[in-house]
């Protein structure tokens, strides 16, 4: 148990459709964090909010849309995604604000656009 | 080029070999950091370092900043040791927050029993 939790495990979703992937984390943390990872390339930081305010957007297409309700959720909106969206989207959290503090990872949710 | 670069990509070894993970990166840093990933996709933080050398349990951590490299160590490799292991590094201009993480690309350890 990592005290973050993301929802569901495994999607497969076509070209047209509209998902949403789901984090959780109940550590008492105010920054949260959406990666990509592909097969055999380092992690890609695609948005970071900090107090429900986000901070970063490294170049994401708007075909990804997150939203931060509370500092304890995080979402990621999925539409009109391509086939080399497909990876495992993995969130994280942290305390805002403590240099090299421990990421927090969830476990993952493994996309697979067809 | 990466400016984290982790070698080798795959590793097999026999349980009880000891292992060597290198990780060399082209930047100044403030901070590196190992991680592990299992094979679910979680990922477990496991050192962080800015000098010298760290141990926990059967794992060992250096790092020589001059040289810029740092190694993961396992002594007496068990099975359960296999995962992904990555390095990350923080920049020296990365200092307004922890999530400027520069990464690498993994090493895949698998641990034949």
């Known amino acids: 148990e990592t005290g973050v939790t993301q929802t569901p495990r495994h999607l497969v979703m076509g070209m047209t459709n509209k998902k949403s992937l789901k984090c959780e984390q109940h550590l008492g943390h105010n920054a949260m964090y959406w990666y990509k990872q592909s097969a055999k390339k380092p992690l890609e930081l695609m948005f970071v909010?900090?107090?429900?305010?986000?901070?970063e957007n490294n170049s994401v297409p708007s075909r990804f849309s997150p939203e931060c309700p509370n500092s304890s959720h995080l979402f990621l909106h999925l539409h009109t995604l391509q086939p080399e969206d497909s990876a495992l989207y993995l969130c994280?959290?942290?305390?805002?604000?403590?240099?090299?503090?421990?990421?927090?990872f969830g476990n993952g949710t493994r996309l697979t656009v067809t | 080029k990466n400016e984290v670069e982790q070698s080798p990509q795959n590793l097999t070894a026999q349980e009880g070999e000891f292992i060597t993970i290198n990780c060399s990166y082209s930047v100044g840093i403030s901070a590196l950091h190992w991680l592990q990933q299992h094979p679910g996709g979680g990922i477990v933080s496991l050192f962080m370092l800015s000098s010298g050398k760290k141990k926990h349990g059967r794992l060992i951590a250096t790092i020589n900043i001059q040289e810029k490299h740092s190694s993961l160590h396992i002594t007496a490799s068990h099975p359960r040791d296999s995962a992904v292991y990555i390095c990350a590094v923080r920049g020296v201009l990365a200092m307004d927050s922890n999530y400027q993480l520069i990464w690498g690309a993994g090493t895949k350890l698998i641990i034949k029993p």
């Open positions: 994280a959290s942290s305390p805002w604000g403590i240099l090299d503090s421990p990421l927090h």
């Open positions: 909010y900090n107090f429900k305010e986000q901070t």
